[in-house]
């Protein structure tokens, strides 16, 4: 865990790519058996985050496309008026 409360999995990452002769031996064979279901859970969570930003990408395209349209719309209307008064 880092200084702000985050979670950093780069050191879970390298501790993966090292043999298990260097990790320690018996001691991390029950770390062994919880890294898949961890490892599995990070990809898990990876693709989800993946999709929530395609969704709030996709939102805040909708919403600047309205808010241009309103503009447009306004600037019409407010053009109609103006020859319509004259």
Do not use: W
């Amino acid at each position: 865990m880092t200084d702000d409360g985050s979670v950093c999995y780069c050191n879970l990452r390298q501790r993966n790519q090292q043999p298990s002769s260097e990790r320690g031996g018996a001691a991390t064979d029950d770390a062994d058996d919880i890294d898949p279901k961890l490892k599995e859970a990070i990809l898990k969570s990876r693709k989800l985050d993946r999709i929530l930003q395609r969704k709030f990408q996709r939102e805040k395209n909708v919403k600047r496309e309205r808010l241009q349209l309103h503009h447009r719309c306004v600037v019409q209307f407010l053009s109609h008026q103006r020859i319509s008064n004259v």
